[in-house]
């Protein structure tokens, strides 16, 4: 049997943006969230938070979303977490890149919030 998606941990620099998605996430789609605003946030909490998913933004000051999602594949029990980026620069090769890199999907930022549980879940379940 699938598992279902219950826990995100969403690493996001921009308060508003982390505001929005912890609210669309929790309200809409009923979702546990913890929020990261950095890479490094990000690999301090995943171990003790466990996600099912995680929800990495792209452009982030420091340590940015490709050296995050690389971090993040080194960790023991989270090195096979479905990751899926966020980001402005949604064009096709951009997009291309990082599911080579083994990404569960993209989405484009500014994203819909009353969308973006759906959006989620519908990787997820592709990806179990």
Known sequence: MAK?????????????????????LETVGGFVV???GSGEEALEKAPDFQPDLILLDVMMPGM???????AVRALPK?????????????????V????ELGALGVISKP??????????TELWEKNN
């Open 96 to 99: 291309a890149k990082l599911m």
């Open 34 to 36: 913890e929020i990261c």
């Open 111 to 120: 994203f819909d919030p009353i969308d973006l549980s759906r959006q989620l």
């Open 64 to 70: 940015d979303g490709l050296d995050t999602f690389r």
């Open 78 to 94: 989270l090195e096979d977490k479905p990751i899926v980026f966020m980001t402005a620069k949604s064009q096709a090769h951009d």
């Open 4 to 24: 279902t998606l219950g826990r995100i941990l969403c690493v996001e620099d921009e308060i508003d943006i982390q505001t929005v998605a912890k609210l669309a």
